[in-house]
Structures are given as structure tokens and as C-alpha cells.
């Protein structure tokens, strides 16, 4: 992801953002990733533990909406929401 798209890798790292897992559709690409905050620590595991994991998405046809957020996914991290 960094050779192709420098600002994505940019603006992870701005974050505290670690990618574990991206999954590509058409137009997006869903970056997971978990940030260096041990306060949400608790809370991120009860979200992904319902499916719900934090995400940077990024719209390879638009950049200017790519964004981070909260998406759903299934047991085998396929997004559906």
C-alpha cells in the first residue's frame, strides 16, 4: 500500500493506525487496523467481538472521501456493512 499510495501510509501513521488486514472491492479498500490507544483497547475487542472493526477506507476513484470509521464485517472478515 505505501509504494502505491504514499498518503495512505501517511496518514496511518499519523494516527497511531496498524493495519492487520485490507479488503478491496471496486472502488474501496477497507485498511483494518487498531490504534495505539490502550484506553479503546477494551472497547475495540467488544466492537470486532460483535463485528464491528475500526477501519481506515480508502476510495481509490475519489481519495478526497477516504476516511476512518467503523465498518462490519463477517467471522471471515468479509465486509458487509
Known amino acids: 500500500m505505501k509504494a502505491n ?3 495512505v501510509a ?3 501513521e499519523e494516527r ?4 492487520y488486514c485490507a479488503l478491496r472491492t471496486k472502488e474501496l479498500v477497507s ?3 487498531v490504534l495505539d490507544d490502550t ?3 477494551q472497547a475495540d475487542i467488544e466492537s470486532a ?5 475500526y ?3 480508502y476510495n481509490i476513484t475519489r481519495p478526497e472521501y477516504s476516511e ?3 465498518i462490519k464485517v463477517d467471522k471471515k472478515l468479509n465486509r458487509i456493512a
Open 5 to 7: 499510495h504514499p498518503n
Open 10 to 12: 501517511k496518514e496511518l
Open 16 to 19: 497511531g493506525a496498524y493495519a
Open 31 to 33: 485498511i483494518l487496523v
Open 39 to 41: 484506553d479503546r483497547y
Open 49 to 53: 467481538q460483535e463485528g464491528y472493526v
Open 55 to 57: 477501519a481506515y477506507v
Open 68 to 70: 476512518f470509521g467503523t
